[in-house]
């Protein structure tokens, strides 16, 4: 297939719309549309690994629409009655099908390649951790648009029915979401297929946590399962007899087999922690994960200040570090505690954009009373918890005020905590650090609920 051949194709073929339309499709879905990758702290432009991820998410739609305008593609033979033509040149039908495949390959890869590339832009000046395993994740969802295109164009040859685009939309998106469904890196185990079957999907559910990446298995299995669709739709395009269709549907069932095998039977090995970007970059006491370095700066100062005020008021049993928290959890699992360290989370909204004083002021309320609460993402555990973090807080500070950024309101925050602040103050020194103390125990323990011990309640 030579420059000129291909340029002839690009102009009279379906292609350059496919590649337009998909990169239309994905800008809407990124820049006009509220959706979580502009939310938390796995925003799509400011991780590499977020980046990769969520332009994968986009096969949700991106994929099923690749799969309908290639099976459009497919069909232009038959609309304009030259099959028999065709059939009757010398040229063999294997050259024919590797110019139209071509012509839409390229357009696809181009138009994806623009979208990966307008989000490496964004990233490159977000993000001080750099790295490239990224790049498997991408290349995969480039394979996977690739395919979808070769499949649709195969099958749209093979059943040039004006219903087949539309057919193939519905069928794939169905597919596609149901599958993606049960690969929610959080969850520990599919809801309702097995972990190998769920994987045949090429998209993956939304992006919650940084420190999370598809393994190396899962890259391998998906690729195993793309190419061999790829192939099947090539043979299918190309395809002139009965018995050549029949072949043309052993790649891809040979693919699966192999994909099936391959790709992690437990939940648990489809997504894992990227050890390099959890590791941990500290300036004395206070660290942080690498991919978070550029926080360590505003993160250290009241960090250490945080925990000099909680020496001072818990003695001995006081943390003696602040580190972020990398520990894998699902969406309801408790977050990680400990003892001897404040664990923050930068999703969490109380960390999220807080600087100074304010977050002084958090990292008291979680290193005295850390949350307990199963808790979704964004969230900062329950009313009562985040009462009980003010409340102490407020004890060490001298006065009480609401936590910016939690998921409760600054009036509800007061409302909840005023009273038992009062309260705690009116009493003589040695009980309030009796109650603080106890406080502190249960929060870490989860034996008892903080608030109430604050209030003269006891621990369970």
Known sequence: MNGRVLRIELRRSVAPWAGALSFCVALTLLYLVTGPWWKGAALWTSQWTSMALWTRFLLA???????ALGALQGLRDHRSRMSELLTSTPRPAHHRAATTAGAMAATLTSAFALLV???????????????????PISLVALLALVAGALLGMGIG????????????????????????????????????????ITLLSPAVDEVRDVFLTLSAPVHLGQTVWLLGMAVTG???????????RLLALSPVLAGAVIALLVLPADPRRVYVVDEAAAAQVCDGPVCVAAVHQDRLAGLAGPGKEALRLMRDALGGEAPTSVRESTARRGIFDPPERSRTAVLIDFGDGV??????????????????????????????GT???LAAQGVVAGWVLGDL??????????????DVAGPVFKELKALPWSEQIARVKAARTAAVSCSGDPLDILDGGTAR
């Open 61 to 67: 739609v991106l994929w099923p629409l690749a799969l």
């Open 401 to 414: 005020r609401p936590f910016p950024g939690a998921l409760h309101t600054p009036a509800d925050q007061l």
């Open 234 to 244: 090539f043979a299918l395009l190309a395809a002139a007899s009965p018995r050549a």
């Open 383 to 385: 009313v009562g918890e």
């Open 351 to 380: 960390f999220g954009d807080v600087r100074g004083e304010q977050l002084t002021r958090a990292l008291l309320g979680q290193g005295m009373a850390p949350i307990c609460f199963a808790r979704s993402a964004n969230e900062s």
């Open 117 to 135: 590339l307008l989000g490496a832009a964004q990233v490159v000046g977000a993000a001080e951790y750099t790295h490239l395993g990224w790049l």
């Open 157 to 196: 040859r093979n059943l040039p029915s004006p219903l087949t685009p539309p057919a193939l939309a519905v069928a794939a998106f169905v597919f596609v979401n149901l599958l993606r469904m049960s690969t929610e890196p959080a969850l520990p185990a599919p809801t309702w297929a097995s972990s190998r």
